[in-house]
């Protein structure tokens, strides 16, 4: 069974930097995104990516802070985070679509991962 495996998560200080990690893409994959979820809040889109083109987009919050990112040979997906903030807290979730999709919409991905927690404290 095709899993996503998120990894990378931790706890830094504000201005810090991590690197989250999503292994297992299926070979279907049309595009591949980062989502993330605060307690009590809404799952909220970060960045998406075209496996095909590598073409990226980003939510205004993380923009020029976040950068999206791909190794086609490892098939793993990864989301590199600098200058994080307080706000930045969250589970961040990886997601797979085989399908044309408009990637600001959580509905649009087939698979998804487990998540990992980022804790930014201020």
């Known amino acids: 069974q095709v899993q996503l495996v998120e990894s990378g998560g931790g706890s830094v200080q504000a201005g810090g930097s991590l690197r989250l990690s999503c292994a297992g893409r299926?070979?279907?994959?049309?595009?591949m995104g980062w989502f993330r979820q605060a307690p009590g809040q809404e799952r909220e889109f970060v960045a998406a990516l075209s496996w095909s083109d590598s073409s990226e987009i980003y939510a205004d919050s993380v923009k020029g802070r976040f950068t999206i990112s791909r190794t086609y040979a490892k098939n793993t997906l990864y989301l590199q985070m600098n200058n994080l903030k307080s706000e930045d807290t969250a589970v961040y979730l990886c997601?797979?679509?085989?399908?044309?999709?408009?990637?600001?919409?959580?509905?649009?991905?087939?698979?998804w991962g487990q998540g990992t927690q980022v804790t930014v404290s201020s």
């Open positions: 997601a797979a679509t085989a399908r044309r999709w408009t990637p600001r919409d959580s509905r649009q991905y087939d698979l």
């Open positions: 299926p070979s279907s994959t049309y595009a």
